[in-house]
């Protein structure tokens, strides 16, 4: 009976009648593109890397030329950065991210360069980066970091390391479920621990939209001389009043307009001089505006205190016409520093 039974043979595979080939072409896809995922990722960090360098090598030049200037009493306060955190960095970039493939082996296993994980999981730094953050939060609001120079440094350097964030958090979103289906937690971690080391440094120095910024100053700019004129004309109606309710004779020290007139270039003289200073630190670049604040500021003071004698010998007329300079001057220097402000902005767009 055994010799009359038909033994089964299983189907050979065939290409025809809806015979599906096996999935390694797809897997293979797959591996493929979560390994240039985390080389991605490895990248991005070794450029955030190199930014934070360059941050630890500013401070340590500071550092020896603030220790040159005062060698008995300059200390190193804590939170700082130092010559092991330069030497952590520097071993750590000589570590090119490796670009070698995935092997696969079945069922499904995925194994990754040890190196490249090595990378990813590596945490020693994360300290650094945050001093970085808590570093440009102190900097960011310290007088010496208010210059032209150091705020577009700031700008770009801030630009780079949100680049660097969002290159990782797209590639973290990608590969955060493979990294855990794989049990590589350790990994896991230490990109989350970066990821979140420099969404704090964005928000220690957050960049302003650049829209806003360019309507801003796209608005500001040609308006600015229109709204001066505005209300320098307007200005000619209460002078042209004055002069019409001036006597003709002249004042004297018992007027209470002869103490206005002292009180007047009292304020005046100061806050000339405060605004022709701010001036003064743009001066090697706007040299024109700089000598126009000058001769401003100099009419200004002259205009505020000639009109006290000239109220005691002639007609108070001239003295109220004399006293209109101080304020137009104070005007026009304010517009040489709005006008300084916008247009290197307009310039760094």
Known sequence: MSMNMKVKRKPTPNSTQGWAAP???????????????LVSIAKTIHTANEEYLSIVKEYLRWLNWSSSKNPFSFSQSSGRFTQDDLHILEGVLQKQPPVSRFVVQPPRGWFADPQLLDLL???????????????????????????EKHQEKGRRRAEKLRNCRIALETGFSMVEKDLRAQGLGSVYDGILVKL???????????IPSERRINLWFKFQ??????????????????????????????????????????LNAIIQSPSLVSTLYTVHRQSKKHHVAWICAI???????????????????????????????????????????????????????
């Open 121 to 147: 999981r590596d945490t020693s730094y994360a300290g650094i980066w945050e001093r970085a953050a808590e570093n440009m939060a102190f900097l960011k609001s310290h007088p010496k970091h208010q210059t």
């Open 23 to 37: 999935a390694g072409n797809q897997q293979s896809i797959a591996f493929d593109e979560y390994h240039s995922n």
């Open 196 to 206: 979140n080391m420099l969404r704090n440094y964005e928000e220690a120095y957050p």
């Open 295 to 349: 001769w401003l500021a100099a009419c200004g003071i002259a205009c505020a205190y000639v009109c006290i004698p000239l109220y005691l010998f002639l007609p108070t007329k001239w003295s109220v016409l004399m006293s209109v300079g101080g304020p137009i001057a104070q005007l026009g220097v304010n517009f040489e520093i709005a006008w300084m402000a916008d247009h290197s902005k307009l310039k760094n767009q």
């Open 221 to 262: 700019t040609p308006t600015l001389p229109l709204v001066n004129t505005v209300f320098l004309l307007a200005s000619l109606f209460p002078l042209c009043m004055a002069w019409n309710k001036s006597t003709d004779a002249p004042g004297s020290t018992g007027d209470s307009d002869f103490w206005t007139l002292i």
